[in-house]
């Protein structure tokens, strides 16, 4: 099965919206930046991704002394290595605050823990928040369940050092964009039914929650548009192995999968008409609504995968990240 | 919430580890995609900030709209674009895109600029707006290149003196008037007394090259007007005003309002309504009898109002230094009224 092609599992690409005129540029730059990613093209895509976040210019999570930034090894998983956390914290401390537990984007191969992160800086900076950003193993290196392990470990460990943190422990949020919205909706799972941490909220960014490519939507991108339909199949396969698709792949690894949605924290969940991702999102979130769960849902026209970030000056991006931001402050509050 | 404007991480990185003929041509598609999409004018300037990483403003005299966005694509409050690096739109007198640029200009800034421009140019249709309320705004722009407001002036026939009419764009505009920004203007050849039944400040341009001051001698003018129907003066000369257009010149509404004086008027006006009027009335007039007519007031009605707002104030307009300090303050309030909804039957 790992050897499938695209065109092999999905057939013939299927209509989709057309982007919003102002994210077209971009999409096209970005189309031209950053190949489908591959067995061939996955060091070139991890040095890319590595870039990003750094060079030329390095990005100052201080932000100018604001922040105090520091990196811990705590327990993996039982049997496993230790695991790096990367931990913002607000200099001028003004009691308990919340805790983002970020886990970072790249389709399950590619990212570190500084991935995105800086796009929740913002709240460490006004003394709202400590994030914690996990470095978990990636595929194909490190196939299911090491990821997901690794960021349930490190969620585990933050929640107990809440108090040595300056954590509020009713104010612990869960984010994760693509991969980590997917991993992060995994972990809020893991920790409803090891009834360890109570999670307050979950934020799935545009996240990745669905193996088997039975939607509209994962088969309407061959090319471009943040991430494609092979991308997808690549990453998938690279966490799963010969099990994607199959009768074998947990709930947890493929949240999509899950029966029961009960009883998992108040959720946000945001992601672009025009991207693989947008039914598993639509579904995901109907399905929690449906089992009780208070969910804000947010389909933006137009948008594609993680053009909030990559085209954060755009009209609808703005409206994105705003209404998001709104909804993690109201999360954060007192 | 972005901290960083990832846009302009494609084209720095480009820069550094492409070369920047790479990265001039990834600018030239950004705008040449724009256009055939048909983004909006707005999305434009998003993407000049965007992709220069520094805050970017169209300036479009004609259409009266000055978008200004920084590089996260936040609106900024309109500003003129003084020094920065500008250029005009092609085809469209009174129209510039200007980068915000401090420090040394990059590589790539011309670019943006140009492509941007052009693409602006082509996005806002075949031709210019050659219509006579784009002339009057690129005229009266202090910010446009000579050349533009000399074109824009001799299209409207405009040659020696100008008089400049300002009123409120509260107001209904008149068929001849233009409206630019928040005002309704009315440029009329010659050194003309305007009508009478307007509320309106003026001031004459002795050539069209002055018509940018001019327009904001009479806009400072409009500030000192009082009501149609009231006692003071509803038209307004800037050139009539002597000193007094120093304190509308040097004193913004926000300030005026807060000047003690004009407090205790803004005080004494919630319960009693007439308190500005009777001080007009008695300012304007030689003696208390003519002020009591003019208010259609009885002598001694008149006696008890000053008398009680002598109480109030602090100081009687009837005496010497009483009726300087009323004269001063009810300016002062005019200009701190000046930005209110103007209406016919309020203040």
Redesign the interface.
């Known amino acids: 099965m790992a050897d499938q092609t695209a065109a092999d599992c999905f057939g013939a690409v299927t209509i989709r919206p057309p982007?919003d005129?102002?994210l077209?540029?971009?999409e096209?730059?970005?189309r031209?930046?950053f190949p489908t990613v591959s067995e061939e093209t996955l060091a070139a895509t991890r040095r890319l991704l590595a870039?990003?976040t750094s060079?030329?210019?390095p990005?100052d999570l201080t932000?100018g002394g604001r922040v105090r930034v520091e990196e811990r090894q705590v327990p993996g998983p039982e049997g496993a290595p230790d695991i790096t956390l990367l931990i913002l914290s607000p200099v001028e401390d003004r009691g308990p605050k919340g805790a983002i537990f970020h886990i970072h984007s790249g389709g399950m191969v590619a990212g570190t823990r500084r991935t995105g992160v800086?796009?929740f800086?913002?709240y460490v900076i006004d003394g709202s928040a400590v994030v914690v950003s996990v470095e978990y193993r990636l595929a194909p290196e490190h196939p299911d369940p090491a990821p997901l392990d690794d960021c349930y470990a490190g969620l585990v460990w933050t929640a107990k050092n809440a108090a040595e943190l300056g954590i509020d422990p009713e104010r612990l949020l869960i984010v994760g964009s693509s991969a980590g919205g997917g991993l992060a909706a995994g972990t809020a799972l893991l920790a409803r039914d090891r009834a360890f941490p109570r999670l307050s909220h979950q934020v799935l960014i545009c996240p990745m929650l669905d193996d088997r490519f039975e939607t509209h939507s994962s088969r309407m991108v061959d090319r471009g548009c943040g991430w494609d339909r092979h991308s997808n199949l690549y990453g998938w396969t690279s966490l799963l192995g010969e099990r994607r698709g199959g009768p074998e792949v947990s709930q947890y690894a493929a949240p999509a999968r899950a029966e029961d949605l009960g009883g998992l924290p108040r959720t946000y969940i945001d992601t672009g008409s025009v991207e693989v991702f947008r039914d598993e999102a639509l579904i995901y979130a109907g399905r929690l609504s449906e089992a009780g769960v208070s969910v804000d849902f947010h389909l933006w026209g137009g948008g594609f995968h993680g053009s909030d970030?990559?085209?954060?000056?755009?009209?609808v991006?703005?409206a994105s990240?705003?209404t998001?931001?709104e909804f993690i402050r109201r999360a954060l509050d007192r | 919430m972005a901290v960083e404007a990832p846009l302009r991480d494609l084209i720095v990185k480009l820069e550094v580890v492409d070369d920047t003929a790479a990265s001039a041509l990834r600018v030239i598609d950004h705008f040449d995609r724009l256009i055939a999409e048909r983004a909006s004018v707005a999305a434009m300037v998003r993407a000049v900030a965007a992709l220069a990483g520094c805050p970017a403003g169209l300036h479009d005299a004609g259409r009266d709209i000055s978008p200004r966005y920084d590089p996260q694509g936040h609106s900024l409050p309109q500003v003129q674009s003084g020094s920065w690096a500008r250029v005009a739109v092609p085809d469209r007198p009174g129209a510039w895109v200007w980068l915000e640029r401090t420090g040394e200009a990059r590589p790539l800034d011309a670019l943006i600029l140009e492509r941007s421009a052009k693409a602006i140019q082509t996005l806002t249709g075949a031709s210019a707006d050659r219509s006579a309320d784009a002339a009057v705004r690129i005229a009266c722009d202090p910010d446009a290149p000579d050349s533009d407001r000399c074109d824009a002036a001799k299209q409207l026939g405009l040659t020696g003196p100008v008089t400049v009419i300002v009123i409120s764009s509260f107001q209904p505009p008149s068929p001849h008037s233009t409206r630019v920004g928040r005002h309704a203007v009315t440029l009329v050849a010659g050194t003309a007394v305007p009508p009478s039944d307007l509320r309106a400040g003026t001031a004459i341009a002795q050539e069209p090259a002055h018509l940018p001051t001019a327009l904001e001698h009479a806009r400072l003018a409009l500030r000192l007007t009082d009501r149609m129907n009231g006692p003071g003066p509803s038209l307004v000369a800037y050139d009539d005003l002597g000193a007094l257009a120093v304190l509308a010149e040097r004193t913004t509404p926000q300030e005026a309002a807060g000047i003690a004086d004009v407090r205790r008027l803004d005080q004494t006006l919630v319960t009693h309504p007439w308190v500005i009027d009777t001080l007009q009335a008695v300012l304007d007039h030689a003696s208390l009898r003519q002020a009591a007519t003019g208010l259609h007031l009885h002598h001694s009605t008149l006696q008890e109002r000053l008398v009680w707002l002598a109480t109030q104030l602090g100081y009687a307009v009837t005496k010497p230094g009483g009726r300087q300090r009323a004269t001063v303050a009810v300016a002062f309030w005019r200009i701190a009224h000046s930005e209110d909804e103007l209406t016919d039957d309020g203040g």
């Not at chain 1, 970030?309 to 009209?315: S, V």
């Open positions: 982007l005129p102002e077209a540029p971009v096209e730059a970005m031209a930046a870039d990003w060079g030329p210019e990005e932000a800086s796009f800086l913002p970030m990559a085209a954060g000056h755009a009209a991006s703005r990240n705003a998001r931001e």
